[in-house]
């Protein structure tokens, strides 16, 4: 099929190169010229696995890069739009972009056209897609308007889209919805999988995935309330963690515990420094305002935003717990970006510690495998940026552990011990198994687990090595 995706962000790029994979004809517009000549010549500006693989095999070919909307859309059975909608400054998503779209998509559709909303949107924002068009003259039968949610996270976004958990195609009539079950066939039979070189998926994907259809504005709100929930998730077991701290007891327990109770299930149930990225924390102010709006509050958001606040404000405390005072003292930090596997550094609550930790008068030595070029557009010129995680700890006072990529799990600890001025390791994302990192003689300090404090005095005044202590 013919179609055209509007925005070449995350989601309209990713969206585009696997629409191109499984077999359609993709336009990807964007009104940014500069981009658009980068893509054209090839270049892909976000870090994802899997996606110089889809350029390599659709690029000018099925994959093909334009400025021109009305181009793009004039040719399309079906338009994909994937524009911001960043928050106002109330909170609510600003859906500007959406409506320009929309209105340049009027004036440009030839023959039957359904758009199809991708980016995260508030409930309703299908209906104003409909009547922008009808304002601007398009006739009521030569377009539909469906809502197709999308769930990719970044750094796995490419097998995210090809394997999704469900597709949810939200549309009021069986026409529409007809062109989106055409759309995503080759998922929904099964063929994809199947071919040689489909991009190969998680061991545990469910394949076929089960398509869900629903009306439009129901497909707006599992947007907003999955991502809700997913942040509510990971809040509660933030809290939870608090929790264990204080009582000494290990939160990686208590996850495995409830975690595999079916109804609860483990995933996004790890603590950490709190949740960041350009999603979770503006798409839970969103939908904050889209419920304000319809007259109810949604006070359980309020509260896992404060909680997601805090837990920042918490890992600061211990890293003072930990070296006492702050200025003047050199830290190690592991991880800017605001998850493993992404060069993102949207909302990271690594890149908010170290601007607070450069506040206090630290000196910081950062390194990240993907983001340090982005993270150097932001800080201030006195973060060193670093090529190692070894090179980042050489002559430390501490090794913050920010973001949880993989190369931060499997750390050569004895090397790091040598190159560190002190063992102390304050891990905030939990890649190290507190008794080992003890039995090695750390100061560990990690998220709702026992810490490791070998020179903290004992009760009769001696040192008491690889103790396990409280928080
Ligand atoms: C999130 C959702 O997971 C996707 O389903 C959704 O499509 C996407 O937002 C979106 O709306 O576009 P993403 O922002 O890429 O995806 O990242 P996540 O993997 O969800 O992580 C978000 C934040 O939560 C990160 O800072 C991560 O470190 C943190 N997190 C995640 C935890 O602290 N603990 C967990 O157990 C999981």
Same mark, same amino acid.
């Given at each position: 099929m013919r179609i055209a995706v509007v925005g070449s962000g995350y989601v309209g790029l990713v969206a585009g190169a696997c629409l191109a994979d499984l077999g359609h004809d993709v336009q990807l517009v964007d009104n940014d010229g500069s981009k658009v000549a980068a893509l054209q010549a090839g270049q892909i500006p976000i870090h994802e696995e899997h996606l110089p693989e889809l350029f390599r095999r659709h690029h000018g070919r099925q994959l093909r890069f334009t400025e021109s909307l009305p181009e793009a859309v004039r040719n399309s059975q079906a338009v994909f739009v994937a524009v911001g909608t960043p928050p106002t400054e109330q909170g609510e998503a600003d859906l500007s972009y959406v409506e320009s779209v929309a209105r340049e998509i009027s004036g440009a559709i030839h023959g039957y056209t359904v758009i199809v909303e991708k980016s995260t949107v508030p409930v309703y924002t299908s209906d104003w897609v409909r009547r922008v068009m009808l304002r601007n003259a398009t006739a009521a039968d030569t377009f539909d308007v469906v809502s197709n949610p999308e769930f990719l996270r970044e750094g796995t976004a490419v097998v995210d889209f090809l394997y999704p958990d469900r597709i949810v195609i939200g549309a009021d009539n069986p026409r529409s919805a007809a062109v989106l079950r055409e759309i995503y066939a080759p998922l929904i039979s099964g063929s994809y999988y199947e071919r040689p070189d489909a991009i190969s998926g998680p061991a545990s994907a469910k394949v076929p995935p089960p398509l869900i259809v629903t009306s439009?504005?129901?497909? $707006?709100?599992?947007?907003?309330?999955? @991502?809700?929930?997913?942040?509510?998730?990971?809040?509660?077991? @933030?809290?939870?963690?608090?929790?264990?701290?204080? /009582?000494?007891? @290990? /939160? $990686?327990?208590?996850?495995?515990?409830?975690?595999?109770?079916?109804?609860?299930?483990?995933?996004?149930?790890? #603590?950490?420094?709190? &949740?960041?990225?350009?999603?979770?924390?503006?798409?839970?102010?969103?939908?904050?305002?889209?419920?304000?709006?319809?007259? &109810? $509050?949604?006070r359980l958001l309020d509260e896992v935003m404060r909680i997601n606040e805090e837990q920042r404000n918490r890992?600061?405390?211990?890293?003072?717990?930990?070296? =006492? +005072?702050?200025?003047?003292?050199?830290?190690?930090?592991?991880?800017?970006?605001?998850?493993?596997?992404?060069?993102?550094?949207?909302?990271? #609550?690594?890149?908010?510690?170290?601007?607070?930790?450069?506040?206090?008068?630290?000196?910081?030595?950062? &390194?990240? #495998?993907?983001?340090?070029?982005?993270?150097?557009? /932001?800080?201030?010129?006195?973060?060193?940026?670093?090529?190692?995680? &070894?090179?980042?700890? +050489?002559?430390?006072?501490?090794?913050?552990?920010?973001?949880? =990529?993989?190369?931060?799990?499997?750390?050569?600890?004895?090397?790091?011990q040598k190159v560190l001025k002190y063992s102390i390791v304050i891990d905030g994302r939990n890649l190290y198994d507190c008794e080992t990192m003890a039995a090695l003689g750390f100061t560990y300090y990690s998220v709702g687990r026992p810490s490791t404090v070998p020179d903290s005095p004992a009760e009769n005044g001696t040192a008491a090595a690889g103790k396990l202590t409280k928080a």
């Open positions: 439009a504005k129901s497909a $707006e709100l599992i947007k907003h309330a999955s @991502n809700a929930f997913l942040a509510m998730k990971i809040s509660f077991i @933030n809290a939870v963690a608090t929790i264990c701290e204080s /009582v000494g007891a @290990n /939160v $990686e327990q208590v996850c495995q515990g409830i975690g595999s109770d079916s109804r609860i299930g483990r995933r996004f149930l790890n #603590p950490g420094i709190g &949740y960041g990225g350009s999603c979770f924390p503006k798409d839970l102010m969103a939908f904050r305002s889209v419920a304000r709006e319809c007259g &109810y $509050e949604f890992f600061l405390r211990k890293i003072r717990n930990a070296l =006492w +005072t702050l200025r003047g003292k050199r830290l190690g930090v592991l991880g800017l970006a605001f998850k493993g596997g992404t060069d993102d550094i949207r909302e990271s #609550p690594a890149m908010a510690l170290v601007q607070c930790l450069l506040q206090e008068g630290c000196q910081i030595a950062a &390194y990240d #495998p993907a983001a340090a070029e982005r993270a150097r557009g /932001v800080l201030n010129s006195s973060v060193e940026f670093v090529n190692s995680p &070894y090179e980042a700890a +050489t002559g430390a006072d501490a090794l913050l552990i920010l973001t949880e =990529w993989e190369e931060f799990a499997t750390l050569d600890l004895k090397r790091l």
